[in-house]
Structure formats: structure tokens, C-alpha cells
């Protein structure tokens, strides 16, 4: 892979990559980026759920150890928080950023060059946290970035609950795919993040997802180039619905990445739900992950 070139590049010398983010400003104008749908026109305010206008709103932006190893290499994932997110999940484990709205407003040419810090500082690749309502300003910021001389691979690292049709245009923009697959029950998913028919809707965006980029690729020195990758949080008691989430994956591509976190701990409101109010026990997390091989996914990350 020592001839690996980042797909926006491609886009951006065909020039692609400017009307990408035209239209991606246009379905914000009557906001459709997510699956929400709330309709207002951010260029107006920051009304809807994400409280978002056009311009990003940064929380924090530095190389991050703490990915997955593909994304960490030696030198780290370039990774930014965006503030602010599509989701309301109780349990949410940055609720300062994403509820709380902790972070500043930038310009498009100040999160360009977050990317080409990141870039300088040896990253293996710039990874947006939460960037499903930022899409625009992340294709906007590239336009900038790319005659600047970024070139390492970009990650969309979201909760999973994405529009297919957002993500048809941001075909070619993003190399890795790295969504949480939240739940296997919809009715858990509203409860505990106020979404609906989360499951369908995830499961459509991993699908698009797969087609733009297939099973995550690593090159020789162990880090990732391009691919899908999916994260799945156990909670406790089940309330994920682990074996759901697996069945699916594994009926799809038994070669997906998989990573399966036991980070879980009561944060925010998490109390509010008897079964959240403890952390994940060794036992469950345990046989998550018997059962993720026992379904023959051979990448499965613990």
C-alpha cells in the first residue's frame, strides 16, 4: 500500500470537492443531513437538534492514543471533536460536549488548519468525532486544506444514526468509515437516545458505508488506509442487544473490523434507567465477545 492516496484527493483534482460541499450546504438550508430531518435553515440560526449553524463548533483538537491501534499508529489519530451531536443519549459518556455544548465556533480556514497541525504532528489521518451534523463544514474546510498540502487519510468516527443520502455525497471524501452500532432494538434506542428506528437506519448507513469502502485495510506498519470499521458499546443488562448487532455484521462481511468496548460507566443522566445504573460486569462482556467469534467474525477488537 505504499502508493496509497487519500480519495478526496481525487475529488478535489477533478473538481469534485467544491460541489460536494455545495450540495451538502444546500440540505442545510432546509436541514436533511441526518436522519432527523428537522427542516430549519441553518444558515438562519442554530435551531434543530444539533443546535448547529453553518460554521464548525470545536470542543478540543490533538492527537488521541486512546483509538483503536489500525487508527493510533506511533503517532496518533489527528482527532476533532466537534460539539454538539444527533443523538441524545442519557448515558452519553461526553455529555459536556455533545449536550452541554462545551467547545468554541470556528471558520472553515481555522478547522483546515486544526487539519494541517494535526498533519505537521505526524497523524495517521485527521478523525472528525461526531461529524454527522459537520459534514458541510468538513467538505468546506477541505476546499481550503488540500491545496494546503493535507493528504493523510480522513475518518468519520459517528454514532452511527446517518443519513444514506447524506452519505452517498460524501462518496470519495472519507477513506474510513468508523460507526458505533448502538443497538439491535429500536425500542431501546429511543429510550435511552431519543431516536427512532435506529437500528434500520444504522444498519443502512454501515451498508453504504461498506459499498464506499469495504473491510478496513491495513498496511505494513499496522495502520489503516481505508475501510469500514464498527464500534459496538456493551451495556449492561443487555440493553444493547449485543447478539442482534453481531448477527447482523456477521451475515454481512465475518471480515468487518469489529471493535466491542466494555468502557461503560453511568455518566449524565444514566441513572435515570435502573439497568444502566451499574458498570458492564467481566461476565458480559466475556460473552459478547465469545459470542462475536463464535459467529465466525474473525477481527473482532477487545
Known sequence: MMDFKASYLGLYEQGLLKKTADDLRNKTLHCSLCPRECGVDRSQGKDGICESGLLPVVSSWSPHFGEERPLVGRKGSGTIFFTHCNLSCIFCQNYDISHLGYG???????????????????????????????????????????????????????????????????KGVFDIYMPDFKYADA??????????????????????????????????????????????????????????????????????????MDQYRPEYRARECMDLRRRVTLQEFDEACSYAKGAGMTRVCM
Open 104 to 170: 468554541r465556533e470556528v471558520t472553515h480556514r481555522d478547522l483546515a488548519l486544526m487539519m494541517m497541525s494535526l498533519q505537521g504532528r505526524g497523524c495517521h489521518n485527521i478523525n472528525f468525532v461526531s461529524p454527522t451534523h459537520m459534514a458541510y463544514a468538513i467538505v468546506e474546510a477541505l476546499v481550503t486544506a488540500v491545496p494546503m498540502g493535507l493528504k493523510v487519510p480522513l475518518v468519520y468516527n459517528t454514532g452511527g444514526y446517518d443519513s444514506v443520502d447524506t452519505l452517498k455525497l460524501l
Open 187 to 260: 425500542d431501546k434506542a429511543f429510550k435511552l437516545s431519543g431516536i427512532k428506528n435506529y437500528p434500520d437506519v444504522a444498519w443502512s448507513a454501515i451498508t453504504e458505508m461498506y459499498q464506499q469502502v469495504g473491510d478496513l485495510e491495513i498496511d505494513a506498519a499496522g495502520v489503516a488506509r481505508k475501510g469500514l470499521l464498527v464500534r459496538h458499546l456493551v451495556l449492561p443488562n443487555n440493553l444493547a442487544g449485543t447478539r442482534g448487532v453481531v448477527d447482523l455484521l456477521a451475515g454481512f462481511s465475518k471480515s468487518t473490523y469489529l471493535n466491542i
